[in-house]
């Protein structure tokens, strides 16, 4: 997709010398892809803000902003393993991440004429008819999976990865000690993934 292409900035010469910064990102998502769930705290809390505002300057909503946030990290969590660094730097491909889900649900939502513009002004040009469809029905799969979580494990997740809440925090709303809260997000993940890949 064309989101995917880097700027030229954002490629490093052959010499690995050059302006080109060091991409603080790309590690954490390589890690990530391998199940580092360390990783993939630290990858929220230095992107989860500007994704944030991304799928809300899309979406126009900040509760249904929050929930695509909540989708989109559960996709980059189980997609990881398909960023090529060679390709883009690491926000560049979250944000790309985020900009197709947000389409996807603006895509699904009911025709009205303001959802209709928001997609021609938005939308990556060239997408199929079969591949929105797709993506579609992905973000509803992303949707049922978490419906299979426990009420209390759902929040609990949605809490530290979405509110960035801290185990100690989560484990003096939920009243449950902190190794136990661990243990509810390590399952709740790899509940998710395992639907997901399913």
């Keep these: 997709m064309s989101e995917l292409r880097p700027h030229s900035s954002d490629r490093q010469g052959p010499s690995g010398a050059g302006t080109a910064e060091p991409d603080p990102l790309a590690p954490l998502l390589s890690r990530v892809a391998s199940g580092d769930r360390e990783a993939f705290r630290q990858l929220y809390s230095a992107s989860s803000a500007k994704l944030f505002g991304t799928a809300l300057r899309m979406l126009g909503n900040r509760a249904e902003s929050e929930e695509a946030l909540q989708e989109v990290f559960v996709r980059i969590w189980t997609r990881a393993h398909r960023y090529d660094a060679g390709r883009a730097r690491g926000m560049t491909w979250m944000i790309a991440v985020t900009r197709n889900h947000c389409i996807d649900r603006l895509r699904a939502r009911p025709a009205q004429t303001e959802d209709a513009s928001a997609l021609e002004t938005i939308a990556a040009p060239g997408l199929s008819p079969e591949a929105s469809a797709i993506a579609s029905s992905e973000a509803r799969r992303i949707a049922d999976c978490f419906g299979q ?9 949605r809490g530290a990865y979405l509110d960035g809440l801290s185990y100690e925090a ?5 009243a ?5 809260m661990r243990s509810w997000l390590r399952r709740g993940l790899m509940k998710l993934k395992d639907c ?3």
């Design 196 to 198: 997901l890949e399913a």
């Design 170 to 174: 989560l484990s003096a709303r939920f």
């Design 149 to 157: 979580l426990e009420p209390d494990r759902a929040q609990a997740v």
């Design 176 to 180: 449950v000690p902190v190794n136990t």
